[in-house]
Each structure stands twice: as C-alpha cells, then as structure tokens.
C-alpha cells in the first residue's frame, strides 16, 4: 500500500471510529476517534453553536445504541492535515452532512473538528 493510500486509510479509520461509537453508544471508542480538545458546531436559530466534543459523547449516552450508517463523499489531504465529508444516518431518522478536520499525531489520525447540518 503506496501512502496515499495508508494517509486515506488512516482517516477512514478515525471516521469508522466515530461512526462505531454511535453504532455502540460508546463514549470510549469516540474518544479514540477525537483528539481531547476536539470541538463541535452547527447553526441553530440562525446562530453558530459550538461545544467541546465531549457534548456529542454525552447525547450518545444517553440515546444509546443506534444504526448508523454513512458514506464518505470527499477526503482532502495536505501534509499531516486533512478534511473530510460524509453523509450519515443515524437509526434512519435523520441524516446529517458531517465535516471533520483531522491531524495526524504519532502515525494516527485524529478529528480535531466536527460541523454538521441535517440534511
């Protein structure tokens, strides 16, 4: 496997991580998807909202194990930087248009920043 391809690899492997903790409502397997500092934002009522990651963990809890599902629609790379897309599904009442910032620490990649919408 040429880098290109473990780069891409590595960030899906963050991505599966995240989707995974919804799959099993796992504040665990999120936090190995995250960096610790990680943040997260969306619009609501017209105003950006932004909370550390730790608030998605919180509404995993306490929804519990979900299907999940979704597909990757763009992965950009630049050095040790990366953006990514993807469409989701969670227990197939609302889908989302997610985007993630991930940088890769020691050989791993990492979300540093989640935005989403519902579609």
Do not use: C, H
């Not at 995240?18 to 943040?39: M, N, V």
């Amino acid at each position: 496997m040429n880098k290109n391809n473990e780069t891409v690899q590595g960030i899906l492997n963050a991505i599966e991580l995240y989707a995974e903790a919804g799959r099993k409502a796992s504040r665990e397997l999120g936090q190995k998807a995250f960096t610790p500092d990680a943040i997260m934002s969306w619009v609501e009522n017209g105003k950006i909202v932004t909370v550390p990651i730790n608030a998605l963990f919180d509404v995993l809890e306490q929804t519990g194990e979900e299907e999940v599902t979704y597909s990757v629609e763009d992965v950009t790379v630049a050095g040790n930087i990366a953006f990514a897309r993807i469409s989701s599904s969670f227990s197939k009442l609302t889908t989302f248009n997610d985007m993630f910032t991930l940088a890769e620490q020691n050989g791993e990649w990492k979300i540093v920043s989640k935005i989403y919408s519902v579609k």
